[in-house]
């Protein structure tokens, strides 16, 4: 069973910064690639991010340079620095979490994911 308790969010004025943490209860958190998604009210679940085992990262083309995710294997957490923060990227934000070995591909699709977080309500007031 795992399970991903996800914190950070709030309400911040464009251009503002916020980090997300994403606290995950697997046996071997290492293993997993970790991603972020979030959702806008009236729109499906998008990709944000995500950072493999390798600790290499893909990103959103909305959302390149402006975000930064991480990862600290030894406090099994995962994080979203988010920084020049703009209106449009007020929604709920969720991390994600996928068992995975070395050199797959980069997943980015909300079905490649079984174990998720809570979520967070991230907005930005221009």
């Known amino acids: 069973q795992v399970q991903l308790l996800e914190s950070g969010g709030g309400v911040v004025q464009a251009g503002a910064s916020l980090r997300l943490s994403c606290a995950a209860s697997?046996?071997?958190?290492?293993?997993?690639?970790m991603s972020w998604f979030r959702q806008a009210p009236g729109k499906e679940r998008e990709f944000v991010g995500t950072?493999?085992?390798?600790?290499?990262?893909a990103y959103a083309d909305s959302v390149k340079g402006r975000f930064t995710i991480s990862r600290d294997n030894a406090k099994k957490t995962a994080y979203l620095q988010m920084n020049n923060l703009k209106p449009e990227d007020t929604a709920v934000y969720y991390c994600?979490?996928?068992?995975?070995?070395?050199?797959?591909?980069?997943?980015?699709?909300?079905?490649?994911?079984?174990?998720w977080s809570q979520g967070t309500q991230v907005t930005v007031s221009s």
């Open positions: 994600a979490a996928k068992d995975t070995i070395l050199n797959v591909p980069f997943y980015k699709g909300v079905n490649d994911y079984r174990y």
């Open positions: 950072i493999r085992r390798a600790v290499d990262t």
């Open positions: 697997v046996g071997t958190f290492s293993r997993n690639a």
